[in-house]
């Protein structure tokens, strides 16, 4: 790490007046930043903490300046506390920034650099994107948590399934929803003993995911009173609207509503290619229902960015959706049945005609 020195330090508390370009390289632990002045020289460069309260002493007595800094696990709470504090602050887009993303020289210190002198230059070179607001973020957490909780289920299903099955025998379960220490006692003891523990785990998971559904639910009644436009269009029940909602957040930011669809669904194609337009899409199709896994156990009334699409909707795959429609569409008996719900990401004229 290079050391600052006094001089440079007092120059950081003789800016007033002055117009500052900052780049600030987030990390887990801490993060560089890089201070440059209306030349471009090198003001200040320093360390600090990916904390809130060392970002607020920093930043805090900076006069406002124009700060930029890449999308991550820790952009959307800086972001936050940056424009509070009166920065202009502008969160780059990290894979459409080149300069930094195929850089050969991969170092925080430089990073630094490449964002201040990007953001020095023209803003627009660092692709930026808008971060959801702090409750939109906090809303669409609960609809991730009961993801996880729904794609652990899936997997513990498989797993109880598939140890029977290796032993010869066969867990008779109508759907994951159901499944519970019961469902071992036609097994042999050995199998008991070894399974009761892990359908135990099941039972739990079901009750916690109904407890979500109920908190959804609620939360869409209270404070989305466009869910229930949405749930006009056929096979979109809360969970889908509620998500699409919360993903979307501020739709007049789109100029137009082929623009920035981030279900992937209107992906364009004169720009794109047939193509890499039908990849856009597909990829749309899965970040989308990355949210809505388990969707069908709902009941059943149950970083966006402008200009392209979304690719960051979380790291949920969407193949776990797929597992849970096998797993939930088909009654005791082994026959399919109708309960779940059409995916959203199908109806595209509907969602356009009713999303406000």
Same mark, same amino acid.
């Given at each position: 790490?290079?050391?600052?020195?006094? $001089?440079? @330090?007092?120059?950081?508390?003789?800016?007033? !007046? *002055?117009?500052?370009?900052? /780049?600030?390289? %987030?990390?887990?632990? =801490?993060?560089?930043?890089?201070?440059?002045?209306?030349?471009?020289?090198?003001?200040?460069?320093?360390?600090?903490?990916?904390?809130?309260?060392?970002?607020?002493?920093?930043?805090?007595?900076?006069?406002?300046?124009?700060?930029?800094?890449?999308?991550?696990?820790?952009?959307?709470?800086?972001?936050?506390?940056?424009?509070?504090?009166?920065?202009?602050?502008?969160?780059?887009?990290?894979?459409?920034?080149?300069?930094?993303?195929?850089?050969?020289?991969?170092?925080?210190?430089?990073?630094?650099?490449?964002?201040?002198?990007?953001?020095?230059?023209?803003?627009?070179?660092?692709?930026?994107?808008?971060?959801?607001?702090?409750?939109?973020?906090?809303?669409?957490?609960?609809?991730?948590?009961?993801?996880?909780?729904?794609? $652990?289920? @899936?997997?513990?299903?498989?797993?109880?399934? !598939? *140890?029977?099955?290796?032993? /010869?025998?066969? %867990?008779?379960?109508? =759907?994951?929803?159901?499944?519970?220490?019961?469902?071992?006692?036609?097994?042999?003891?050995?199998?008991?003993?070894?399974?009761?523990?892990?359908?135990?785990?099941?039972?739990?998971?079901?009750?916690?995911?109904?407890?979500?559904?109920?908190?959804?639910?609620?939360?869409?009644?209270?404070?989305?009173?466009?869910?229930?436009?949405?749930?006009?269009?056929?096979?979109?029940?809360?969970?889908?609207?509620?998500?699409?909602?919360?993903?979307?957040?501020?739709?007049?930011?789109?100029?137009?509503?082929?623009?920035?669809?981030?279900?992937?669904?209107?992906?364009?194609?004169?720009?794109?290619?047939?193509?890499?337009?039908?990849?856009?899409?597909?990829?749309?199709?899965?970040?989308?229902?990355?949210?809505?896994?388990?969707?069908?156990?709902?009941?059943?009334?149950?970083?966006?960015?402008? !200009?392209?699409?979304?690719?960051?909707?979380?790291?949920?795959?969407?193949?776990?959706?797929?597992?849970?429609?096998?797993?939930?569409?088909?009654?005791?008996?082994?026959?399919?049945?109708?309960?779940?719900?059409?995916?959203?990401?199908?109806?595209?004229?509907?969602?356009?005609?009713?999303?406000?």
């Amino acid at each position: 790490m290079k050391k600052i020195g006094t $001089a440079a @330090t007092l120059t950081i508390e003789k800016v007033a !007046g *002055l117009k500052l370009t900052i /780049g600030l390289d %987030l990390g887990d632990r =801490s993060s560089w930043y890089c201070v440059l002045d209306e030349s471009g020289q090198v003001l200040h460069e320093e360390k600090v903490s990916t904390t809130p309260k060392a970002q607020q002493a920093l930043f805090g007595r900076i006069p406002r300046s124009r700060i930029a800094l890449e999308t991550g696990m820790h952009s959307p709470w800086v972001s936050r506390l940056l424009s509070g504090l009166g920065h202009e602050t502008i969160v780059a887009h990290a894979r459409n920034v080149r300069l930094i993303g195929e850089s050969r020289r991969k170092d925080d210190r430089i990073d630094a650099h490449t964002l201040a002198r990007l953001a020095r230059i023209d803003p627009q070179l660092l692709s930026p994107v808008k971060h959801r607001s702090a409750k939109a973020q906090a809303d669409l957490s609960a609809i991730r948590a009961r993801a996880g909780l729904v794609r $652990a289920r @899936t997997a513990l299903v498989n797993t109880a399934r !598939g *140890l029977t099955k290796s032993y /010869g025998e066969r %867990l008779r379960g109508c =759907s994951p929803r159901n499944m519970n220490p019961e469902k071992a006692q036609a097994l042999s003891p050995e199998l008991q003993a070894a399974l009761e523990p892990l359908l135990a785990a099941l039972e739990a998971l079901s009750q916690r995911i109904g407890e979500y559904n109920q908190q959804i639910e609620k939360m869409a009644g209270e404070s989305y009173s466009q869910v229930g436009l949405l749930k006009q269009v056929k096979g979109v029940g809360t969970l889908i609207a509620l998500t699409y909602l919360l993903t979307l957040e501020d739709a007049q930011r789109f100029r137009k509503s082929r623009d920035g669809l981030l279900s992937g669904v209107a992906a364009r194609t004169q720009e794109l290619g047939a193509e890499p337009a039908a990849a856009a899409h597909q990829q749309g199709r899965r970040s989308l229902s990355a949210h809505v896994v388990g969707a069908g156990c709902a009941p059943p009334s149950g970083s966006v960015w402008s !200009g392209q699409r979304s690719a960051a909707l979380g790291p949920e795959a969407g193949g776990a959706r797929w597992k849970e429609r096998e797993e939930t569409s088909r009654d005791c008996d082994g026959t399919k049945t109708s309960r779940l719900a059409a995916p959203v990401v199908g109806q595209r004229g509907s969602l356009r005609t009713a999303a406000p």
